[in-house]
């Protein structure tokens, strides 16, 4: 079988092409705060929060990137109700995705400075909910990374209000970058040491 035929059967894979989706989602989370940070041409460094991003002159890009990741993770959660048997996707994958995906519209369309408490109820259930799937919905040979993960952006939110050492804005990107590392690791990549760690291994549900 030459190479290109190889390549080409990889890629009518749909279980490739959903890994391939989760990776992205992956990555234009982790990379909202920059690309915010980029946008705000005026400001001389990070502003405190993601949602204080939606008062920059151009915030329609706010508006463009919050948009862009809830509907990829509504759309992934779309995916699991479809394919759930058919690519032996997680059963907790349906809900959580949707849910986290229409808590960012919620925060969009909820600016902080208008609709302070709703907006932050959104924000909470987006956020928290992340250290929440990370911590509780995870494959088990990732079990311990999961964990760690998760308290990890428990306790960013923990030093940006009880023990105020960091901004909001790093607590948020800690918990977007777990997110970030959750979709990761269940597309199938595996953060073990372990020799077969590398092994390729089918997809696990949940127990």
Known sequence: MSYLHQMAKKWRDPLRIFKLFQCAIAVICVSIPALLRLADKNSPGFRNSISQYVYISD?????ML??????????????????EERLGLKKAGKWYNVVLGLSLFGVI?????????????????FFIGNALVTGFFHNKKDRVISITLAVLTL???VFCYIVPWISLLAAEWISLAVISLHFIMQ?????????????????????
Request: charge should be positive; charged fraction near 10%.
């Open 59 to 63: 915030s329609y890009i706010y508006g």
């Open 66 to 83: 919050l948009c862009v990741a809830a509907m990829m993770f509504i759309f992934n959660g779309a995916v699991y109700f479809q394919n």
């Open 109 to 125: 369309l909820f600016p902080p400075h208008t609709f302070e408490v709703v907006h932050y109820l959104f924000g909470g259930l």
């Open 155 to 157: 306790l960013g939110f």
């Open 187 to 207: 597309s199938g990549f595996s953060f073990r040491l372990d020799p077969g760690s590398t092994q390729r291994m089918a997809p696990e549900r949940i127990r």
